[in-house]
């Protein structure tokens, strides 16, 4: 059984930086495909970042340049380094991981509990 536990959410004002790290069990980060959604209340949730196996990195349009997804082997974490954060980056973020070739297309195949993430203006 694959479990995903998040941490690093917390609050901070605007313009400044979190980290968000996703430990791993039940597979290695290098064996499935990972990322990062986010989900406000009342939205659906979406995809943020994503790695594949082979470690390509994507990031949704909203969030490239300021957030960076890494995964460290040894470790069998997941990263998601968040700078530069803007209020509307408010929003739970889930770990995410996916044994199908290729990963999701819109929902994964496994989610961590979440971790608050709350930027003030």
């Known amino acids: 059984q694959v479990q995903l536990v998040e941490s690093g959410g917390g609050s901070v004002q605007a313009g400044g930086s979190l980290t968000l790290t996703c430990a791993v069990a039940?597979?290695?980060?290098?064996?499935?495909?990972m990322g990062w959604f986010r989900q406000v209340s009342g939205k659906a949730r979406e995809a943020v970042a994503s790695?594949?196996?082979?470690?390509?990195?994507e990031y949704a349009a909203v969030v490239k340049g300021r957030f960076t997804i890494a995964r460290d082997d040894a470790e069998n974490a997941l990263y998601l380094l968040m700078s530069d954060l803007k209020p509307e980056d408010t929003a739970t973020y889930f770990c995410?991981?996916?044994?199908?070739?290729?990963?999701?297309?819109?929902?994964?195949?496994?989610y961590g509990q979440g971790t608050q993430v709350t930027v003030s203006s």
């Open positions: 790695m594949s196996r082979r470690g390509v990195r």
């Open positions: 039940g597979t290695r980060v290098t064996s499935v495909y």
């Open positions: 995410a991981a996916d044994p199908r070739p290729g990963g999701w297309n819109t929902d994964a195949y496994y």
